[in-house]
Nanobody, 117 residues
């Protein structure tokens, strides 16, 4: 079984920055696993934000390109999401999991990002 624990969310003003972390543990060969960040805003479906392959290739949803950066540390079994120039529409609960098309682990509790002045 795989456990995913997200952290780093909080309250930030528009234009601000946050760095999210997701630590993986359990039965996962992390270094071979493509990972991704997702988010879910109230009343909306969960959506893909960014992904990173085992080799470090990244991809981003259009609405975060140029503002967010996904990265990973295989030694720490952790994936990060550096978020900059945050907008109110970025407000959501952020989750990590395996990349689309891969077997999903159980979803963690997520980390709340609130963008408000």
């Amino acid at each position: 079984q795989v456990q995913l624990v997200e952290s780093g969310g909080g309250l930030v003003q528009p234009g601000g920055s946050l760095r999210l972390s997701c630590a993986a543990s359990g039965s996962i060969i992390f270094r071979f696993t493509a990972m991704a960040w997702y988010r879910q805003a109230p009343g909306k479906q969960r959506e893909l934000v960014a992904g990173i392959t085992s080799g470090g290739t990244t991809n981003y949803a259009d609405f975060v390109k140029g503002r967010f950066t996904i990265s990973r540390d295989n030694a720490k079994k952790t994936v990060y999401l550096q978020m900059s120039s945050l907008k109110p529409e970025d407000m959501a609960v952020y989750y990590c999991n395996t990349a689309p098309g891969s077997t999903k682990a159980s979803w963690g509790q997520g980390t709340q990002v609130t963008v408000s002045s």
